[in-house]
C-alpha cells in the first residue's frame, strides 16, 4: 500500500505564490518511485502538471506552468513539492499528488498508480 497526503493549498491572490507538499508512506512504498502532481478544475479532464523521476533529475512540466512551478523532493523525507509562483485563475483546481514506479510510463499515460485526496487551490482574480 501507498498513501499519499497533500497539504499546502488554499485560497490566493492571481500574481502570489502557494507552496503544496505531499508526505509519502507505506509498506510498498519506495523511494525509488516516480512522483508527480495533477489537477483537476470544475468541469474539465484530470491532467498531468508535472512529474519527476526519482533521482530528480528528469523532470516534465506541462507548458502552461514551465516557468511558474518548480517540482522538487526530498527523498529522506519522502515527500514531493510543488511551488507555484505567479498564479492565474485558470491554475484553480484540486491538485493531487501521485506515484508510480515508472517515470516515462507515467508521463506518456498521463496517469500514475497511487493518489492522493488532493489539495484545492483557488485562485482568485
Known amino acids: 500500500q501507498v498513501q499519499l497526503v497533500e497539504s499546502g493549498g488554499g485560497l490566493v491572490q492571481a500574481g502570489g505564490s502557494l507552496r503544496l507538499s505531499c508526505a509519502a508512506s507505506?509498506?510498498?512504498?519506495?523511494?525509488?518511485?516516480?512522483m508527480g502532481w495533477f489537477r483537476q478544475a470544475p468541469g474539465k479532464e484530470r491532467e498531468l502538471v508535472t512529474a519527476?523521476?526519482?533521482?530528480?533529475?528528469?523532470?516534465y512540466y506541462k507548458e502552461s506552468v514551465k516557468g511558474r512551478f518548480t517540482i522538487s523532493r526530498d527523498n529522506a523525507k519522502n515527500t514531493v513539492y510543488l511551488q507555484m509562483n505567479s498564479l492565474n485563475t485558470e491554475d484553480t483546481a484540486v491538485y493531487y499528488c501521485?506515484?508510480?514506479?515508472?517515470?516515462?510510463?507515467?508521463?506518456?499515460?498521463?496517469?500514475?498508480?497511487?493518489w492522493g485526496k488532493g489539495t484545492l487551490v483557488t485562485v482568485s482574480s
Open positions: 507505506g509498506r510498498t512504498f519506495s523511494t525509488f518511485y516516480a
Open positions: 501521485a506515484a508510480d514506479r515508472e517515470y516515462s510510463r507515467s508521463v506518456a499515460r498521463d496517469d500514475m498508480a497511487y
Open positions: 519527476i523521476n526519482w533521482r530528480g533529475s528528469t523532470i
